[in-house]
């Protein structure tokens, strides 16, 4: 059965019907990031505030500060 479905995704990536999950986009993040780290929200108050859950946040933060590392703009997400 495990098969039949492998089978089924890999024909509908192929004919690109499978995408997976949309990507989290929160426009103004690096705000929200920078009242983080100055203590004024916890992470679990950011993620309700966000309406996410708190392994989708911190995902969120690590690629913000990549994304700062590389020298990206603020607010990219």
């Known amino acids: 059965m495990l098969e039949r479905q492998r089978e089924g995704i890999a024909i509908a990536k192929a004919e690109g019907k499978y995408k997976g999950r949309k990507e989290v986009s929160i426009p103004d993040f690096g705000k929200h990031y920078q009242w983080y780290m100055k ?27 990549q994304s700062v590392d590389k020298g990206l703009p603020w607010g990219l997400f």
Do not use: C, Y
């Not at 203590?39 to 946040?57: C, I, M, W």
């Open 39 to 65: 203590r004024e929200v916890s992470k679990t108050q950011l993620a309700k505030e966000l309406g996410l859950s708190r392994p989708t946040l911190d995902k969120l933060i690590k690629e913000h500060m």
